[in-house]
């Protein structure tokens, strides 16, 4: 249970609001907590820099772990990017050139001021995750160590708009979400009379930003721009990554301890996209504490215990019954040295008619499939977000779509690390064709509960960098990366591989139905076995934290979720509303700044097994802040289908101030497959 402390080594005064001036005249706004005996004795700095807004947006986590930080002798600033939250300017995409232009720029104001000791650390989850490591190859002097929590090394093939070189539909919902998030103004008790018409501006200028990422189906200098695998050796500074097994950004994690040759260590728990303190499903850890003593090793220069034990502390995942409510996890921790441990070996089998051998079978011949459009229903969540109903249930009935191989009762325990690799030689009858790869922990009575999956768009396979269309019937060899994974088979379970042609709703059909022949005889799967995984007592077991910011819930919020088939259609429409809150936290108001805040989302997804093309989306979502006497509201609706050739999307938003219209915005566009 986590703990909140109220004393700290250095008492702490926190600045609202104050503006770092970059050398083009735009102001960034900046959020400080100093300890006070910066005044006397500079200390080091800690940098968090997104664009979610200091002021009412991640308010409610930056007091407690910020808080915490600055209590113990760190200067703490929360950085709004330009064109978010309070900050000047407009944002036009994420990850831009300008965006780590302006952070270098940043990093060095907070060096030269007289209350830091010019040594600063950077941290942050997702977007922060991903510009920590961003900026930390960008090498400025003064940024001496990062944390990076929920990132990506790779922001094509393992973040929220492409995966495998399939579109993820997150796609359309993060792009909504980033509308409605920049929907909102600039506070006027902050910025003054000129917050109306720079918001007017923002609102005018907003870009469409779920189609900016479909316009890049392929992994060309966009994506590969902020990718740190492109040179892992420009990092130079200590690296802590952080992720979680229910999070979608865990298999950063292994590349990132194979490849940084600087002072590095990694914790994955088996927690979604929150960070650790709060870390669900738990058990959550000690985060803030594990991160003073990162800090107090790299930018105080205390020789500390912060880089002993295992480089990397892994939760294994223990068989359990499958459940889309899963609050807490079955394991422990366990210790390797490597993203490609010493003590995990590949270990082949093979596919059968629905069995899977450890031996080659004598007469495998082959076999062909074509999925229903609706494989996928029991898929849960790309990202999970630490909300009830997110996991992935028994996935029988995803099973009862598939093709399955189930391999004998295993007479002991079988523990993996790392990640699973499915190859085969196949044809396909279409141009465009996917390959759906899951594998699964069946239990005596039958549930099924997913371990990992992955998927590969077979046109991409001469390459991720062009489109080359399958000649069909053409023999190709394919080869699937699952998901890196920590999992330990109990005895008598089984291991299942299920193959599909579909992953609906969570990603985007194939232009056709594509039927695949399978060779069997070149069908293996390969794992990565530990024979004999090393426990140890893992991270800080007792969450801390700092005082939370005042708030009052005014209304509990509450995600549903549901599917609903049509008989005569032979179609499903999946239904997620977040009723108070995207992730059902509920409307409430910051009480120290007197701003309510209230977002809900619906997002309905069709699709019929008839036809791939009658796929189609629709997310609605309302974002409404203020207080009395200023209020601004936005109702954002986007749409999206396809045809052969194209992805059409579509959207409008409706912005209101106090009641009155101030923004009717639509787009349009198609754009190629």
């Known amino acids: 249970m986590k703990q909140i402390v109220s004393a700290f080594p ?358 062909s499939f074509c999925s229903p459009q609706n494989h996928g229903l029991m898929g849960g969540e790309w990202m999970g977000a630490g909300v009830l109903g997110e996991s992935p249930p028994d996935q029988r009935i995803d099973d009862g779509q598939a093709e399955v191989f189930d391999g004998q009762p295993l007479s002991k325990p079988l523990a993996i690390f790392g990640f699973p690799q499915f190859s085969v030689v196949l044809k396909s009858d279409k141009p465009a064709a996917m390959l759906y790869v899951r594998l699964s922990d069946v239990s005596p009575d039958g549930a099924v509960n997913r371990v990992t999956h992955g998927w590969v768009n077979l046109a991409h396979l001469q390459g991720q960098d062009k489109k080359t269309p399958l000649t069909p019937g053409e023999a190709v060899s394919v080869s699937v990366q699952l998901d890196g994974i920590a999992w330990r088979f109990a005895a008598g379970h089984r291991m299942r591989i299920s193959l599909a042609t579909t992953f609906w709703p969570m990603v985007w059909p194939m232009p056709e139905a594509a039927t695949l022949t399978l060779d069997l005889a070149s069908a293996t799967l390969t794992l990565p076995v530990c024979e004999q995984p090393l426990a140890i007592d893992g991270p800080n077991s007792q969450p801390e934290t700092a005082t939370n910011t005042p708030l009052t819930l005014l209304s509990p919020g509450r995600v549903e979720r549901s599917l609903h088939y049509d008989v005569l259609a032979d179609s499903w429409t999946s239904i997620t509303e977040g009723i108070g809150g995207v992730f059902g936290e509920g409307v409430y108001r910051f009480d120290d700044i007197d701003t309510t805040v209230d977002h809900n989302l619906r997002r309905q997804l069709t699709v019929s097994n008839r036809d791939p093309l009658s796929a189609h989306y629709l997310l609605t979502q309302t974002m409404r802040i203020g207080r009395e006497g200023w209020w601004t509201e936005a109702e954002i609706v986007l749409e999206m289908r396809s045809d052969l050739t194209h992805f059409i999307v579509s959207g409008n938003m409706k912005v209101k101030f106090n009641g009155e219209s101030v923004c009717d915005k639509d787009w349009q566009q198609r754009i190629a497959r």
Not at 229 to 258: E, H, K, T
Not at 329 to 345: L, P, S
């Open 10 to 367: 250095h008492a702490v005064t926190v600045t609202e609001h104050l503006w770092i001036s970059l050398r083009d005249g735009t102001r960034l706004a900046v959020r400080l907590w100093l300890p006070d005996s910066a005044a006397v004795t500079p200390v080091p700095a800690i940098l968090e820099y997104i664009p979610y807004r200091k002021r009412d947006g991640t308010r409610t986590r930056d007091e407690p772990m910020h808080g915490y930080f600055s209590g113990h002798g760190y200067a703490v600033l929360r950085v709004d990017m330009r064109g978010s939250g309070d900050s000047d300017g407009l944002l036009a995409d994420e990850y831009l050139l300008q965006e780590q232009e302006d952070a270098l720029e940043v990093i060095d104001w907070i060096s030269r001021q007289p209350w830091c000791d010019g040594a600063v650390g950077m941290m942050g989850k997702s977007w922060g995750g991903f510009n920590c490591l961003q900026l930390a190859a960008r090498q400025p002097p003064a940024l001496k160590a990062i944390i990076t929590v929920c990132s990506t090394d790779d922001r094509y093939n393992d973040d929220i708009h492409y995966k495998g070189g399939c579109l993820l539909n997150d796609n359309l919902w993060w792009g909504g979400i980033m509308l409605a998030y920049q929907s909102r103004p600039q506070d006027p008790v902050l910025v003054g009379e000129a917050w109306h018409k720079d918001w007017l501006a923002r609102l005018k200028n907003m870009p469409f930003f779920p189609a900016l990422w479909m316009e890049h189906p392929l992994r060309d200098a966009y994506w590969k721009h902020g990718s740190v695998d492109q040179d892992w050796s420009a990092i130079q500074c200590p690296v802590l990554a952080v992720g979680g097994w229910a999070d979608s950004y865990s298999n950063a994690i292994f590349r990132l301890m194979d490849n940084l040759q600087t002072p590095s260590r990694a914790i994955i728990g088996p927690w979604a996209h929150v960070y650790p303190q709060d870390g669900t499903p738990g058990p959550a850890i000690g985060f803030l504490q594990e991160g003073v003593r990162w800090w107090d090793r790299w930018l105080k220069g205390e020789d500390n215990d912060a880089m002993n034990g295992p480089r990397i502390q892994a939760w294994l995942n223990d068989s359990h019954s499958p459940s889309s409510q899963h609050p807490d996890a079955c394991g422990q921790w366990v210790g390797f040295n490597r993203g490609t441990a010493d003590n995990v070996v590949g270990r082949n089998w093979y596919l059968d008619r629905g069995q899977l051998n450890s031996t080659p079978a004598d007469h495998a011949g082959g076999f």
